[in-house]
């Protein structure tokens, strides 16, 4: 690998030698040389053996953390699949891999059996795609799909099956024929648990749950954003054994069914902006703690 990079950063260097000009030369050097170390920090933390042995411990924030002594989520269990399964992503502090287990049998006592999404890498850490959160093993992404209880799906659409969307976005409006009268049930059941701080859903989902629920307390965590309209996360607050864990601010009191949230529903149902450069990936800033955690055998 070291071989094969040096090999392209000398191809690099001699066509910006034939350009002549010193300063583009540093920009294109200091960008290449970013964009190679921070593609290795993704990758460093995906290609870990496994989850360090010993006491759970979260460090960090949901967008730049870590976590030892996590458990790993069985790829099924009792009112569950787990998706992706390729990925790796299906390891999280112990209390949310019993959260994941507990919702499954809910569901399992209701006939149904859910889709369970990312949770957290072997030691938590960024990941090479996908999730800026999901870094400190207490987020999951639940799909809105539902299973019948026996059904199981082979490993090939377990990789492969899209998720569905329940919101009709142009519209702002949940899709009738795809929203199962569960998902409300299952949204409340969840957001009543106490350990549960937030859940991610798209606005509309939010707006339709005010309009059909009225104005409850549990809707306040319930939490407006892009996306989430294919599945919806969960997210547990800091456990309170692991004092390195850096909290959220809780959501704000009441229900949040307000103007709020029907301005983030008139902004998605405005068309996107015109494409434009993407910006590059941030690294996230770790705590110190985790690059111990990152490197134990
Ligand atoms: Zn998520």
Request: hydrophobic letters at 35%; glycine letters at 8%; charged letters at 20%.
């Amino acid at each position: 690998m070291a071989s094969k990079i040096m090999g392209f950063m000398s191809l690099i260097e001699r066509l910006i030698n034939r350009v002549g000009d010193t300063i583009v030369h540093i920009k294109i050097l200091t960008a290449i040389l970013a964009l190679l170390s921070s593609t290795s920090v993704w990758a460093s933390w995906s290609a870990v053996p496994g989850p360090t042995t010993g006491a759970p411990q979260v460090y960090g924030t949901y967008n730049a953390g870590c976590l030892a002594g996590a458990d790993v989520l069985p790829p099924q269990g009792r009112g569950y699949q787990v998706m992706r399964l390729s990925r790796n992503r299906h390891y999280g502090h112990p209390q949310l891999i019993a959260l994941v287990q507990h919702l499954g049998e809910y569901a399992d006592a209701r006939s149904v059996r859910l889709l369970v999404g990312d949770l957290t890498q072997a030691r938590g850490g960024p990941m090479p795609y996908g999730h800026a959160s999901h870094q400190n093993g207490l987020d999951v992404d639940i799909w809105f799909t539902l299973l019948t209880q026996h059904e199981r799906l082979p490993p090939a659409a377990i990789e492969e099956r899209s998720m569905r969307s329940v919101v009709d976005r142009a519209r702002g409006q949940v899709i009738t024929e795809h929203w199962h009268p569960l998902f409300t049930d299952l949204l409340r059941h969840t957001a009543l648990i106490p350990e549960v701080e937030r859940i991610f859903v798209n606005p509309v989902i939010k707006q339709k749950l005010c309009h059909t629920q009225g104005e409850q307390d549990w809707l306040g965590k319930l939490r407006p954003w892009w996306g989430h309209d294919g599945h919806f996360h969960v997210r547990l607050a800091c456990p309170p054994d692991s004092p390195e864990c850096q909290p959220q601010a809780p959501p704000p009191p009441g229900s949040g069914c307000d103007e709020d949230l029907a301005s983030w529903i008139q902004d998605q149902r405005r068309p996107p902006p015109p494409t434009t450069t993407p910006r590059p990936r941030r690294v996230p800033e770790l705590p110190a703690a985790c690059e111990h955690i990152r490197t134990l055998p």
